[in-house]
């Protein structure tokens, strides 16, 4: 083994999606102790998300000792895998193909994966249902998952939803054959998994691991808070032209990538027709909400989608009457007076149920 493979136990890794997972990154990394600072790597996916000029932002911050881009593909990109996707309509020859798309998609992805993961002592990956999971697992590279958003796995965990219908049979050749893959733990070469709060999850998997999220927040300090500033807020004249408007009667609305862009248009108009009697309207794009909210809905203040809405709880001086969103969890908020998740029977209304009430399907398929 030559000696740029060897694993260096002190060094960390990190495999971003979104600009949550570098928000949630950064706070564990300014949480260690001064002497384990600086020696970490920094990954950004750019499958998910256009993270635009972040890296320039991260790299200047002096936090990471590298910030690397990741050409990460998904399984579409590759037409001899889509080819194994296909219902065979038969149980024992759909398991098959995963086999084989399992293995075939780990190869695949291999000439983009821009490090070589064997060389770090600690590798987090958000979202590890993400290609690179099955990559690490079918390389045998074992990793540390983190969820998704702040309680992903509160509404629904997405393990079960995707695997509805013998369960056990594919958490056996997932966790101990490494034979197909699942996520949010449920593979073989996932150490554990972080979660936000653990008592909001209706699975007790041993591997789930609490990292509180407000404990993160509460341990940086002034300089730590400057440096999270300057990498997430680029207009802060703009920022603090919303500070002298936001005089506590703010109703601000988070958005969802959610149904098609004009269907997703009609809902944010009609969640602005509830509220806006209440109060002045503010809006929170999410990072990967493509619609044009800044020329759409230009009679309201839009936020830089790129802004993780946490970074709120930086200033003392942000206070909203409301925070309204469809799905987002809304737990760590504490600059709102009231916060409303409007949830599975608002969305009926634009949608297929089936399409968005995953956690009763779960529910059904486990009481059998």
């Not at 600009?19 to 920094?42: D, R």
């Not at 509220?275 to 794009?285: E, M, V």
Request: charged share 35%.
């Amino acid at each position: 083994m030559s000696s740029s493979s060897v694993k260096n136990l002190d060094k960390r890794i990190y495999v971003c999606h979104t600009y949550y997972h570098v928000f949630v990154t950064i706070l564990k990394e300014l949480n260690l102790p001064c002497e384990k600072q600086g020696n970490a790597t920094l990954v950004l996916s750019k499958m998910s998300n256009d993270f635009e000029d972040l890296k320039t932002r991260v790299e200047k911050s002096g936090i990471f000792e590298s910030v690397i881009e990741f050409d990460e593909k998904r399984d579409t990109f590759f037409p001899e895998l889509m080819e194994l996707k296909k219902d065979r309509g038969n149980v024992l020859k759909n398991m098959y193909c995963r086999i084989l798309y399992t293995k075939a998609y780990a190869k695949l992805e291999a000439p983009y994966v821009p490090v070589d993961f064997r060389q770090y002592g600690d590798i987090y990956v958000f979202c590890d249902g993400d290609p690179i999971g099955r990559y690490l697992n079918q390389n045998r590279i074992r990793y540390h998952a983190v969820e998704d958003g702040l309680d992903t796995l509160k509404p629904c965990v997405q393990a079960h939803y995707d695997n509805r219908g013998f369960f056990r049979l594919k958490k056996f050749m997932s966790m101990q054959l490494n034979l197909i893959f699942m996520c949010d733990g449920y593979s073989k070469y996932c150490i554990d998994m972080e979660v936000n709060d653990k008592s909001v999850i209706d699975d007790d998997f041993y591997k789930y691991k609490e990292v509180r999220r407000q404990a993160l927040m509460d341990g940086l300090s002034e300089t730590d808070r400057e440096k999270l500033i300057s990498i997430f807020i680029r207009d802060m004249d703009g920022f603090n032209a919303f500070l002298s408007k936001c005089a506590g009667d703010g109703i601000l609305l988070l958005t969802e990538p959610l149904c098609t862009l004009d269907i997703r248009e009609r809902i944010f108009r009609d969640i602005i027709d509830m509220y806006k009697g209440d109060g002045t309207i503010f809006i929170k794009p999410h990072p990967r909400d493509e619609l044009d909210y800044a020329s759409k809905f230009s009679d309201y203040w839009v936020f830089d989608r790129t802004v993780p809405m946490e970074m709120f709880k930086l200033f003392k001086d942000v206070r909203f009457r409301k925070v309204v969103g469809v799905y987002t969890q809304l737990g760590m908020i504490d600059f709102a007076d009231e916060k409303i998740m409007l949830g599975d029977d608002f969305m009926d209304k634009y949608e297929d149920p089936d399409v968005h009430r995953k956690a009763e399907k779960v529910k059904a398929e486990f009481k059998k």
